[in-house]
């Protein structure tokens, strides 16, 4: 596997502006590490590292009370005397805690040049690393950061989850960590761990750990543990990721996507939506291309079944709502067929979203008392479809057909008896940061989709309400109105025989 994303690293995660720092969790026992300084600020870094098992190595002409018991104490080193960038030798990790710029910049310099992570009190420009505010629990320990850029904002989201993390995260932390080795042995999948600790934080372990009933959470633990082995299953979650904006996902949805071992997803899940992933899990892009490589529906089936065999939960993500021009309802019955458990998300479809991105109301007292959903993206579709009754008035037609036969959709419609100035709106990336909507009328469809190159996704919404999103836009750019040269054709003469 190469990439995050799946078989081929075809999806990047674009670059941010301001580069997020790496979290890391360092092993300084028994290290070596420097502290620049020997006020009450060295004071507070020596003491974090002494705790972390750290070796201290103070350096400043004096130390505060506590910090020359600890060296009478032998638990840290002092060198008396002004910053020498001897010091940095051997050592892991130095902290500048000093009140003078230019010592804490040589102190940056230094390290810089030696290749040493660099922490400056105060000074996020000449620091390499910074000291996250920290929630201890026992061995487990949650560290907020904001980059150095606003440190008393995480100090201010230490101090609500202090308050939110009680002391039974300690005894659970405490006995995963005394079981590690049993849970490994008996778990040896990656995913069949998971879904253990997930069905056992679910349960009543934490409350009898908070009602101080130890014994009986341990008793609890065990008999978790053994029935768990003999009943851990793969399933497939059938999830449905809507049109791009990941603000439109359901609470059901990301609790599926961060449950999951393997995510299916087609080819136009937004960026933004696969963020929102488990960072662990296995992506493969599974997408359908009219131009270019597609997965065949068939290879999506062989995939689901290859991981929820192996016990892996996996997440078949799909533009949209699964039920809606998903394919969802074949994908179902392949997995009951062969008797793999599933569960179906429902998400946004594109009509509804895009539409109300747009602007657009899909029905209406004055315009529209009915909404009729159409894919066509073939002349045999086309060929299925009733057209008499989609060209009536005073209905919605949202198509999803990306930007292809509209002409043969607008001959149709016009040759069944919809008026050639019924009122569309075309919408490119519906709800995405890059949302362009065009309208016209039907008479210029196609001229007007080609003019401006509109490329998939894209949905197309017929009807008088679709004159409304030159008013009630709200989302993104205006619409753009038809920019096409008029040519004189030759349309399709309204008739209401069958064509």
């Known amino acids: 596997m190469s990439g995050r994303y799946g078989h081929q690293p075809n999806r990047h995660l674009p670059t941010p502006v301001s580069a997020p720092l790496f979290p890391l969790f360092a092993d300084l026992q028994g290290r070596r590490v420097l502290v620049v300084g020997g006020g009450p600020v060295a004071e507070r870094k020596t003491e974090a590292l002494l705790h972390a098992g750290a070796l201290p190595r103070v350096g400043a002409p004096d130390l505060t009370p506590h910090l020359l018991a600890w060296h009478e104490a032998g638990r840290i080193e002092w060198i008396d005397g002004r910053f020498d960038p001897h010091w940095l030798s051997g050592v892991w ?25 660099a922490n400056v009190v105060d000074d996020r420009e000449l620091s390499t690393f910074q000291v996250p505010a920290i929630v201890e629990r026992g061995p487990l320990q949650v560290a907020i950061s904001s980059g150095g850029g606003a440190p008393m904002l995480a100090r201010h989201l230490r101090r609500q989850l202090e308050t939110l993390l009680d002391d039974s995260w300690t005894s659970l932390a ?19 761990r998971r879904r253990f600790f997930e069905k056992l934080l679910a349960g009543p372990l934490p409350r009898l750990y908070r009602q ?20 851990a299953r ?24 961060n449950e999951a071992d393997v995510i299916l997803h087609d080819r136009l899940v937004s960026e933004d939506v696969l963020r929102l992933g488990r960072r662990d899990a296995t992506y493969i892009e599974v997408g359908k291309s009219a131009t270019g490589h597609s997965t065949r529906q068939d290879d999506i089936h062989a995939l689901m079944l290859e ?7 996996v997440v078949r993500l799909k533009g949209g709502d699964p039920f809606v021009f998903g394919r969802g309802g074949e994908e179902l019955e392949f997995l009951r067929t062969h008797g793999i458990p599933y569960e179906v998300v429902p998400g946004i479809t594109a009509a509804i979203a895009c539409a109300a991105y747009a602007g657009i109301p899909l029905t209406h007292r004055d315009h529209a008392q009915s909404v009729k959903l159409v894919t066509a993206h073939c002349k045999d579709s086309f060929d299925t479809l009733d057209w008499q009754s989609l060209a009536q008035e005073r ?6 057909m990306g930007v292809a036969g509209l002409e043969g959709l607008r001959d149709r419609l016009v040759a069944h008896g ?8 075309l919408i490119e990336n519906g709800s995405r940061r890059d949302q362009r909507v065009l309208t016209g009328t039907l008479a210029d469809l196609p001229e007007t989709a080609r003019f401006h190159q509109v490329r998939s996704p894209a949905l197309l919404v017929l009807g008088e309400v679709a004159a409304l999103a030159g008013t009630l836009h709200w989302f993104g750019a205006p619409p753009v109105g038809t920019a096409a040269p008029t040519h004189s054709r030759n349309l399709p003469t309204p008739t209401l025989q069958a064509a």
Request: charged fraction near 20%; hydrophobic fraction near 45%; proline fraction near 4%.
């Open 174 to 192: 405490e006995l995963f960590t005394r079981q590690r080795q049993r849970i490994r042995q008996r778990f040896p999948q990656t995913a069949e």
């Open 212 to 231: 101080r009933l130890h014994a009986q959470a341990e008793q609890h633990f065990l008999a978790m543990l053994d029935e768990h082995a003999a009943t």
């Open 234 to 257: 793969g399933s497939v979650a059938v999830v449905g990721a809507g049109p791009g904006d990941a603000g439109l996902l359901t609470l059901n949805a990301l609790r599926a996507m």
């Open 93 to 117: 990790l130095v902290v500048a805690a000093t009140d003078d710029a230019d010592v804490n910049r040589a102190v940056a310099a230094t390290a810089d040049a030696r290749h040493v992570f």
């Open 307 to 313: 991981h929820a065999r192996t016990g892996k939960r």
């Open 395 to 400: 209905q919605t037609l949202a198509v999803y």
């Open 418 to 425: 919809r008026a050639p100035s019924t009122p569309f709106a």
